[in-house]
């Protein structure tokens, strides 16, 4: 039915048999929903997407996704946001977490328009998916960054990590309860038919809609200026979206230095340094 890519999965911790039994679970799926294969298996970080032909011939997306803290919540919010905004869910197995979804344009992303409108494009969505019932949805934890940094050798400095900690403690005690996206960067929007751009790949929270803005600060951050630069689009974000202009600089300075010495530890070339120029452009003063 589906070979798996190699080396799909290598940062999901224990998800090796998972992995292996990917081809079975597209199996159950199909044979379940009376799916036919309709082209190539698509891979990202935590799941494989197979376009398939439904019994009546329409389009559709089988995804298979780990399961885990981050994902066990997308298809509840799906169903929240009902294709307002979002890929619509058509079928979901909470057996296996296996998802059919309405198919959309995977080759066309918001990485393949200027950074402009990109930036509204997106921004917009996000707060188009703030709802205020977030029942049922995890909520944003503190992370002790000193202690984690260290862990791993302390990649970022002393006082930025310090400063995360305090502002982390702060930010999730005092969060709105919103339902909202946390991974709403470029990438995790396609182009689509019924709308222009839909969100794909959600990460749900009870939240701030405030808490989503680093994701597109550290995507095409390339494309920035420096430091000004990430003020300046952190400013089109916070415009095009609502925000609170302090709360959403005090998430985005929190998340990326939060995730800065795990990048840092998983090896990855460009993320440790896009943390880095994102804390230093916003870093409290």
Same mark, same amino acid.
């Given at each position: ?7 799909? %999965? ?17 199996? #159950? +799926? ?52 009902? %294709? ?18 309405? #198919?959309?344009?995977? #080759? ?31 909520? +944003? ?7 984690? =940094?260290?862990?791993? %050798?302390?990649? +970022? ?26 991974? %709403? ?8 038919? #019924? ?23 550290? =995507? ?66």
């Amino acid at each position: 039915m589906i070979e798996v890519p190699p080396g799909f %999965g290598q940062a999901l911790d224990g998800a090796g048999d998972w992995i292996a039994d990917l081809p079975k679970l597209a199996t #159950r +799926a199909c044979a379940t929903w009376q799916l036919t294969p309709d082209g190539d298996l698509l891979s990202g970080m935590t799941a494989v997407v197979l376009p398939v032909r439904r019994a009546d011939g329409s389009p559709a997306a089988l995804k298979l996704v780990w399961q885990d803290v981050e994902t066990r919540g997308e298809p509840l919010a799906l169903r929240a946001w009902d %294709g307002d905004g979002a890929v619509r869910l058509l079928e979901h197995d909470p057996d296996t977490g296996a998802l059919l979804l309405e #198919r959309l344009h995977a #080759r066309r992303s918001l990485l393949d328009v200027p950074i402009a409108e990109a930036v509204a494009v997106a921004a917009g969505l996000m707060r188009r998916l703030a709802l205020p019932d977030a029942t049922g949805f995890r909520r +944003a934890e503190p992370v002790d960054v000193t202690a984690e =940094n260290a862990a791993v %050798g302390s990649p +970022a400095p002393s006082r930025i990590a310090e400063a995360a900690t305090e502002l982390g403690r702060e930010l999730t005690a005092n969060a709105a309860r919103l339902l909202v996206n946390e991974d %709403g960067h470029y990438e995790n929007v396609l182009a689509a038919d #019924r709308e222009p751009w839909l969100v794909i790949d959600p990460k749900p929270l009870s939240c701030d809609v405030e808490v989503g803005a680093v994701a597109l600060l550290w =995507n095409r951050i390339a494309e920035l200026d420096g430091e000004r630069g990430v003020r300046e689009r952190l400013a089109a974000v916070v415009d095009a979206a609502g925000m609170d202009p302090e709360l959403a600089r005090n998430w985005a300075f929190y998340r990326a230095a939060s995730a800065w010495p795990w990048f840092s530890a998983q090896g990855f070339d460009v993320s440790p340094g896009a943390c880095e120029t994102i804390t230093r452009a916003l870093s409290p003063r």
